[in-house]
């Protein structure tokens, strides 16, 4: 539901899945995805409120470091519950936000809390949580079990979204403890997310076994099809994260070791009985509805000579004459026997590629070969696979080293503390396995595009972080738009900072049972 409300992925083609609904902002109070989210969240909510109700403080070290994991657990299900059905806490303190329930029986009508309200309980939890759980004490070293450095990562997170960025800067101090990055990052970041309950870098996870894979229902699934069949694999990069990955993409980890191109359906395309030189792909519109604008992809092979790259061409049958095999004017080129160069243009010091057609430029991604589905290129993201060789099998992290490093980082730069904030930076981006000029500074941050050391952090979050559902929170808590014109099933528009369709709606079920709980505006 975080993910699908950004611009790292799209949809390829319409799907009667409801997380359809998350995906281009049309979520309503019915939705499947909105009522079960909502009662899962209160279902646990309900579980360590009565926990914390009976539990006594002081018996064992055992006992209090449990008692703590219940308090960190309530912080994190109202932290995510913000996340998703309520304005950023930088909208407006007074905001409402959803249904604050705690051990203490409710008196009057049932109403939603603001955010300011609910932020306070989390962080009065987190700190109960982490004086419960300092001792010299951890339940298993496996990251599925909460311990103290989870709670503080969470701490850090919430002072984050607050702008308490002094606070932030603080608590991972403190948590480092003289530390570096790189001594509590994950030096094998390639597989970290195959083993993310016994790495350093994960503070927290969904810890599951093998025989806990959930299959086609996984998110793994959703991005990726496995030779053996499994998955889905409907939904892929976006073009603009697409280019920003691929700036370094022979070097980048984060690119090379968690995206895939399927293998061009077979036969493989061919031009002159040689492979074809790549994949040219752009956005076209699809349809006249005006009410809903969506683009598609118009997609080209490329062959190559001492020109360079062009398009190809390939016969079609003429249906009046199948015996003479020529090319047809196709639905977008109507001279179809020029060559059509791709063109190299340099964007903040990256190559951009175009073609001219009709006198127009019309910017295109050059990709290698791909499948494709309905038009759509496809590029699998395998972040999520290959638990225990499982494709489809991950223990997603929830709270991890790399977040929390650029955490500070955001802090920093907020702070006007430019050096400190590259520095976290430039340590996630070696450990990705950037170096030399790769590097962020404050001398080639501006011919790169950059106007703010917010903006290199915001854009290593979105590499770092990528597909794990912190992009809209980062961009809208931030008050900036948010810009969704690329390919895909979602319409094609800028979603601006305050825009009413951001929190998702509130679960039907709440609102007819409590009168008293309002709904979003601008949903039905």
């Known amino acids: 539901m975080s ?22 902002y049309r979520d309503v109070s019915f939705d499947e995805t909105v009522r079960y989210m909502w009662y899962c ?3 646990i909510l309900n579980i360590v409120n009565t926990n914390i109700g009976v539990g006594t403080e002081g018996q064992s070290l055992r006992d209090d470091h449990i008692l703590g994991e219940n308090y960190f657990l309530r912080a994190y299900v109202y932290l995510n519950l913000c996340d998703l059905f309520a304005r950023p806490y930088a909208h407006g303190a007074d905001n409402p936000a959803v249904i604050l329930r705690t051990e203490k029986p409710y008196e009057g009508e049932v109403v939603r809390a603001s955010i300011g309200e609910i932020y306070a309980q989390v ?21 599925g079990y909460a311990w103290k450095g989870a709670a503080q990562g969470l701490l850090s997170r919430l002072y984050l979204y607050m702008g308490r960025d002094q606070d932030v ?32 870098e994960t503070l927290w996870c969904i810890a599951l076994l093998p025989p806990e894979t959930m299959g086609n229902s996984s998110v793994a699934s959703m991005y990726f099809q496995a ?20 700036r370094y993409a022979d070097d980048d980890i984060r690119w090379r070791s968690f995206h895939q191109f399927p293998s061009p359906a077979a036969p493989a395309p061919a031009f002159q009985g040689a492979p074809v030189k790549g994949m040219a792909s752009w956005p076209i519109r699809i349809g006249n509805d005006p009410s809903y604008v969506t683009y598609g992809y118009e997609y080209r092979y490329l062959a190559e000579d001492e020109g360079g790259k062009y398009i190809i061409f390939m016969n079609k049958l003429d249906p009046a004459d199948p015996n003479n ?6 639905n977008f080129f109507h001279d179809t026997n020029a060559k059509i160069y791709i063109k190299e243009k340099i964007v903040n010091t990256y190559p951009e590629y175009y073609i001219t057609y009709n006198g127009a430029d019309i910017d295109v991604v050059v990709t290698p070969p791909a499948d494709v589905r309905f038009s759509y290129r496809k590029i699998f993201n395998t972040k999520f696979s290959w638990q225990d060789g499982d494709p489809m099998l991950c223990s997603m992290p929830m709270i991890r080293w790399g977040e929390v490093i650029l955490n500070r980082a955001e802090a920093y730069a907020k702070l006007n503390n430019p050096e400190a904030a590259l520095a976290d930076v430039n340590a996630i981006r070696t450990r990705a396995g950037l170096s030399g000029d790769q590097l962020m500074t404050t001398i080639n941050m501006g011919p790169r595009g950059y106007e703010t050391i917010l903006d290199v952090v915001l854009d290593e979050r979105r590499l770092e972080l990528c597909y794990e559902g912190f992009r809209y929170k980062d961009v809208f808590r931030n008050q900036r738009p948010l810009d969704r014109r690329f390919a895909g099933s979602h319409i094609w528009e800028v979603v601006n ?13 709440e609102m007819v049972l409590n009168p008293g709980v309002v709904r979003n505006p601008g949903k039905l």
């Open 3 to 24: 993910e699908f409300r950004g611009d790292n992925v799209f949809i390829a083609g319409a799907t009667s899945d409801p997380f359809m609904k998350s995906y281009d």
């Open 41 to 43: 969240s209160y279902s």
């Open 123 to 143: 962080e009065s939890d987190l700190k109960k949580a982490i004086e419960l759980m300092g001792q010299d004490y951890r339940r298993d070293n496996n990251g």
């Open 169 to 200: 800067v603080n608590t991972v101090n403190e948590m480092l403890a003289g530390a570096s990055p790189a001594d509590v990052l994950d030096p094998d970041l390639a597989t970290y997310f195959t083993r993310t309950q016994t790495s350093r």
């Open 227 to 246: 030779p053996n069949g499994a998955g889905w694999g409907q939904i892929y990069t976006s073009d603009p994260m697409y280019k920003l990955f691929t």
């Open 325 to 330: 095999p020529v090319v047809l004017e196709e």
């Open 497 to 509: 900072w305050d825009d009413p369709r951001i929190p998702h709606q509130i679960s039907e079920d």
